[in-house]
């Protein structure tokens, strides 16, 4: 009996020994797979329910701001915060909208007798009415102007500024001497905005984007954006932890969240009152020309003795430079050289890597170098030809020059998943040196979203831009900023001048300091005599690259 019982003992003791060792090594397997999940979980692609789109969710269900980040943000959307406009009625009329038919223009002073002279400044008040006649009593209408004289090829943006009473004044820099004619236009109304600024908080998604999931002859499409409207239907994360960045796509019904293939635009589907169509109509109240209450035209003498030149501020208060004989001439900073030659620009670019980044107003750069470049030779990577990537090579010079565009959102035609790439981890897997050149473009995509989407964005970019300073600090940097375009009613409502006037205010503030060049692109859209366009006409894009290699190869003693 002793004998069973000591057995009996020892076979418990035996077992529940195994078992703490079972329990220990359970526990530890469990432990060593959460911990592979959260160390690698950029690479593994998860599904949950859809977030709602709220601005919240949008922008903080990924990662919490910095303290800093979040204090320059808010910076940042103070000093870009536009005028009220007084409560519309209902049903919207545009008897009491702003009317450029009825609005006037008028240089001052008034009283004749007043000689101009190069270096001055010209001053112009702006008066807005109504389409009954009656004077605007509040602000926030989107205004531009430009003085210009098309014989001379001349041209220079004017400074605008709202006295939130229905009146602005615009100032110019008189830069040539001869004939300089005013140029006033309202691109928006102030109600205009109103109905832009309202798209964007209830309708942020409005600009959406499918994938297509592919295994075998099996195929799917869903939809994808930064964020998702919630259904019953889980969601694919691609969000990439070292870039910062979000996006999600509808889980295809039968296939995996790794069958994913490609990336396309999907479409525009924003929801607008019928009456508020009124507000975006070319040729009535959109990107219309104001009339002169008296004469649109000065006649500028030359200098005086002792008047000081004029420079660009290194606040955006002044031009950062004009149009003269077609050609741009920059205000302060690095001078434009004429790059004329395919051989002035290869003996520029020789021996440099010239890596772009950004959308397609980039790609027109390269574009542009490939056809200039008769010895630059584009590789066949059989990439769509207005998606890329591209890369061309000049053997004999040492030239590389190549294109990428920037992650989504993107709206370029199936690009391959690949392909997508963030500017962020492209520059964090840059040597960098004396012989680089980095060209970043990154602005029309984000036009549709909340702006502080893409405040956050350029933090991301910034910080890798800093990062890649800090190693190698004789890489050179060139940002574009955004341009004007045409307006039609569906282009103002996903790609609205306003939209892209907030974010090339962004876009100065967030890289001012930095050792980085901008070549001016709203300027130089806005003072050239070609028609706005999203794409700018050669001429301006041969002015914008002579602006980037006169940063690769600045004039010597200059």
Not at 214 to 225: F, P, V, Y
Not at 240 to 259: I, M, N, R, V
Request: aromatic fraction near 10%.
């Amino acid at each position: 009996m002793k004998a069973r019982a000591c057995r009996e003992t020892v076979v418990s003791f035996c077992c529940s020994k195994f078992a703490a060792i079972f329990l220990f090594l359970a526990v530890f397997v469990f432990i060593f797979f959460l911990f592979n999940i959260l160390e690698f979980q950029h690479k593994v692609i998860t599904t949950f329910p859809a977030p709602r789109p709220h601005l919240q969710h949008l922008l903080h269900n990924f990662q919490p701001q910095s303290p800093k980040d979040a204090l320059e943000e808010r910076l940042l959307l103070d000093s870009i915060a536009w005028p009220e406009t007084p409560s519309l009625p209902d049903p919207l009329s545009l008897e009491q909208t702003s009317d450029p038919a009825h609005s006037i223009f008028t240089i001052l002073p008034e009283k004749d007798g007043r000689q101009w002279h190069v270096g001055d400044q010209l001053e112009v008040m702006i008066k807005l009415y109504d389409f009954q006649g009656h004077p605007k009593k509040s602000g926030g209408d989107v205004l531009l102007a430009r003085l210009h004289n098309r014989a001379l090829g001349a041209g220079v943006a004017g400074q605008v500024l709202d006295h939130l009473n229905g009146s602005y004044s615009a100032v110019f820099s008189l830069l040539w001497e001869g004939s300089a004619q005013v140029e006033v236009t309202l691109v928006h109304p102030s109600e205009a905005v109103t109905v832009l600024q309202r798209l964007t908080k209830e309708q942020p998604d409005r600009v959406y984007f499918k994938s297509v999931f592919r295994s075998g002859s099996a195929s799917e499409t869903t939809t994808c954006n930064v964020f998702l409207h919630p259904t019953q239907q889980p969601l694919c994360n691609y969000t990439d932890l070292h870039a910062g960045e979000q996006w999600f796509c509808y889980k295809p019904k039968k296939l995996s969240c790794d069958t994913r293939i490609n990336h396309s635009t999907g479409g525009v589907n924003p929801k607008l009152k019928a009456e508020e169509e009124k507000l975006f109509k070319s040729g009535v109240n959109m990107k219309v020309s104001i009339k002169a209450s008296g004469s649109a035209n000065v006649n500028v003498l030359p200098k005086m003795k002792g008047q000081p030149e004029v420079k660009s501020s290194s606040v955006k208060s002044g031009p950062s430079g004009y149009y003269y004989q077609d050609t741009w001439q920059a205000l302060g900073g690095t001078p434009v050289r004429q790059f004329s030659t395919s051989s002035a620009i290869s003996q520029c670019l020789k021996g440099k890597v010239v890596h772009m980044h950004g959308d397609s107003t980039i790609r027109q750069w390269f574009e542009y170098l490939n056809a200039a470049l008769p010895d630059l030779k584009e590789f066949n990577l059989h990439n769509l030809k207005q998606v890329g990537p591209f890369m061309a090579l000049d053997y004999a010079n040492n030239i590389l020059v190549t294109f990428r565009c920037h992650g989504p959102p993107i709206r370029f035609t199936n690009v391959p998943t690949n392909n997508l790439r963030y500017i962020v981890n492209e520059l964090d897997g840059l040597v960098g040196g004396i012989d680089t050149v980095i060209v970043l473009g990154i602005w029309a995509h984000f036009s549709s979203y909340p702006i502080e989407l893409y405040i956050r964005r350029l933090q991301r970019i910034r910080r890798a831009v800093v990062r890649l300073l800090d190693r190698a600090p004789d890489t050179l940097i060139v940002i574009r900023t955004a341009n004007l375009k045409a307006l039609s009613l569906d282009a103002a409502l996903t790609l609205s001048d306003w939209y892209s006037l907030q974010r090339d205010k962004v876009l100065r503030a967030m890289f001012k300091g930095l050792n980085v060049h901008l070549v001016d692109a709203w300027e130089m859209v806005l003072a050239h005599h070609l028609p706005h366009d999203l794409h700018p006409q050669p001429p301006i894009i041969k002015n914008m690259i002579n602006v980037l290699l006169s940063y690769i190869c600045p004039q010597k003693g200059g």
